[in-house]
């Protein structure tokens, strides 16, 4: 994107809120439209695919404090200038030459009369990169922004721990010029204005001044040659696959922080961090109560009277566990060290509770049997309502 464009675009009606929405209602709009336009979520759609492109893009400017208020002072200068109205629509008085709806044109203001220095015939977006950057230092390409995306894993792999792909559409370093902005067989040379430093001094009278270079736009350097595919930035929106580390353990909602993974930096800076929600699907079998594995076992009323051994489930194969006789329903059980893995080292355990579990129904052997079995039970006397007496 283009200086000029980056300042004629309405980042805010892109995300579909307004210029006084705070970064919390910037984000939750972002992450909506970013579910509901995301390219695995419309496959073959190429309007979704630059839609989703352009929320992006939007979301790189306005998440970021400083460059949302470069950008709102930018579009705030130009539209006390004539160049547009705080809708969108331009101001020329009537002509229909050298704009674009929600653009500014030339004809209709003098730039170098607005910023008291002369244009140089060049694009009126070339005058921001030093537009907002007057102090002593240069004005370095920056680092890229960080940027959120979310996932969904199954129960047992966030559990475990696993390697897992996930897909991205964001800006990343040009793979035609790796970043550096030039042509490839070119490279960017020190700016010779001002040596590379990204600032040049004067004198005003009694006063020094030291302000970014306007050749180089504080960077120090010059690109004679752009590359064709980035315009020169070093960056493009593409997709790309990131093999993301869960690590065992990992809890429904937690975040993780990927390095450099992010948007991009302009000219070869450094990329931003990737940070990945991590969403985690219910499993049918295991629950979880914090590093501890939860199950609930079925069992028949005699394993509970008599005792048993339980074979049960656990995240690797079966573990037995001795069931005493005379064992309640509901009681649960602990086994330790063979829950979910924790980040320090070890493991939580694993509680077992024990369900009776009722037949639907029964052969005439096994109501014969059971039958003589409430027999005996009333000749011994056992009442299990024994407290409700006079209730």
């Known amino acids: 994107m283009t200086q000029r464009e980056w300042v004629e675009r309405d980042f805010y009606a892109d995300l579909g ?90 004809a209709d203001f003098d730039l170098g009369d607005l910023f008291g220095q002369a244009t140089g015939g060049g694009d009126a977006g070339d005058i921001f990169g030093g537009l907002f950057n007057r102090g002593t230092r240069p004005s370095r390409p920056s680092r890229g922004n960080d940027i959120e995306t979310e996932m969904t894993i199954d129960f047992r792999e966030a559990a475990r721990g696993s390697v897992l792909p996930i897909r991205l559409t964001s800006p990343s370093p040009c793979i035609t010029c790796h970043g550096s902005g030039a042509r490839p067989g070119t490279s960017p040379k020190v700016c010779a204005r001002c040596n590379g430093s990204g600032v040049v001094s004067r004198n005003q009278g009694h006063f020094g001044f030291s302000e970014p270079c306007v050749d180089c736009r504080g960077t120090g350097s010059i690109v004679d040659s752009p590359c064709t595919d980035c315009s020169g930035t070093g960056v493009t929106t593409r997709e790309r696959t990131i093999s993301v580390r869960v690590p065992s353990g990992v809890k429904d909602g937690q975040r993780i922080r990927l390095a450099g993974q992010g948007q991009a930096g302009m000219r070869g800076a450094p990329s931003g961090d990737l940070y990945v929600t991590v969403h985690v699907r219910p499993d049918r079998v295991f629950g979880r109560d914090g590093d501890n594995l939860t199950v609930t076992a079925p069992v028949t009323f005699g394993e509970l009277a008599l005792g048993t051994t339980l074979h049960v489930p656990t995240l690797d194969n079966k573990v037995g566990v001795k069931v005493p006789a005379g064992t309640k329903d509901g009681r649960t059980l602990r086994v330790r060290g063979r829950g979910v893995p924790k980040r320090s080292g070890g493991a939580g355990d694993l509680l077992v509770t024990v369900r009776v579990a009722v037949p639907n129904q029964l052969d005439s052997a096994a109501k014969d049997a059971l039958e003589t079995y409430i027999k005996a039970e009333k000749e011994s006397g056992f009442d299990p309502r024994a407290d409700w007496a006079g209730a």
């Open 17 to 106: 809120v307004t210029s006084t929405a705070t970064a919390d209602e910037i984000k939750k709009a972002y992450r909506k439209l970013a579910r509901e336009l995301h390219p695995d979520a419309n496959p073959g759609d190429e309007a979704a695919e630059e839609r989703f492109k352009r929320v992006s893009e939007a979301y790189t400017v306005l998440a970021d404090a400083e460059k949302r208020k470069e950008y709102d002072e930018a579009r705030r200068i130009f539209s006390a200038a004539g160049g547009f109205s705080p809708g969108g629509g331009s101001r020329t008085g009537g002509r229909t030459g050298g704009f674009s709806p929600g653009g500014f044109s030339t």
